[in-house]
């Protein structure tokens, strides 16, 4: 029951901000329940309607995260997204775009949306999105759905012997 992707944000928003936030932005997709309340994100976490398990939680990193160390960016509040693996993972990850694209939108301070420590899918650090340079993870409809400017940019975090 490993989290897949991590949406690790530098803001000066609570938990329960992002959470509301987070909330607002997946009923307006239907992604939740129209009955679903912001404060489930910060328990047991909330299911989709395609399976993907999101959860809001805050952080307090230690120095040598390496989204510190390497990325520069101290999260405060993160986002796990968990798809189920018996499903379209493909579209899951697009709603995990579509849902970081708006919070992005809505939320200030730097960003960073990866999976397991491996692959930074984005980054914006100083109001700058870069995404990473990989086609098969940045299709032509999940680029559609990024409103805002961005430039194209592989990021690594580095190997650690």
Same mark, same amino acid.
């Given at each position: 029951?490993?989290?897949?992707?991590?949406? /690790?944000?530098? =803001?000066?928003?609570?938990?329960?901000?992002?959470?509301? =936030?987070? /909330?607002?932005?997946?009923?307006?997709?239907?992604?939740?329940? %129209?009955?679903?309340?912001?404060?489930?994100?910060? =328990?047991?976490? @909330?299911?989709?309607? *395609?399976?993907?398990?999101v959860?809001? *939680?805050?952080?307090?990193?230690?120095?040598?995260?390496?989204?510190?160390t $390497?990325?520069?960016?101290t999260?405060?509040?993160? @986002?796990? *997204?968990?798809? $189920?693996? %018996?499903?379209?993972?493909?579209?899951?990850?697009?709603?995990?775009?579509?849902?970081?694209?708006?919070?992005?939108?809505?939320?200030?301070?730097? %960003?960073?949306?990866?999976?397991?420590?491996?692959?930074?899918?984005?980054?914006?650090?100083?109001?700058?999105?870069?995404? /990473?340079?990989?086609?098969?993870?940045?299709?032509?409809?999940?680029?559609? %759905? @990024?409103?805002?400017?961005?430039?194209?940019?592989?990021?690594? *975090?580095?190997?650690? $012997?």
């Amino acid at each position: 029951m490993s989290i897949s992707h991590s949406f /690790n944000l530098a =803001t000066p928003l609570s938990v329960a901000e992002v959470a509301h =936030t987070l /909330n607002d932005i997946a009923q307006g997709l239907r992604l939740f329940d %129209a009955t679903t309340e912001p404060e489930r994100l910060l =328990t047991e976490g @909330v299911d989709t309607r *395609f399976g993907t398990w999101v959860r809001v *939680f805050a952080t307090n990193p230690k120095p040598w995260n390496p989204l510190i160390t $390497d990325l520069k960016v101290t999260p405060t509040v993160s @986002v796990a *997204f968990r798809p $189920d693996k %018996a499903d379209d993972l493909s579209g899951q990850e697009d709603d995990i775009v579509r849902l970081v694209s708006g919070l992005l939108t809505r939320l200030p301070g730097d %960003a960073v949306l990866q999976y397991h420590y491996e692959v930074i899918w984005l980054l914006r650090r100083g109001g700058e999105l870069s995404l /990473n340079e990989r086609d098969d993870l940045w299709t032509p409809p999940r680029l559609a %759905a @990024v409103p805002q400017p961005y430039r194209r940019e592989t990021h690594e *975090f580095s190997e650690e $012997d």
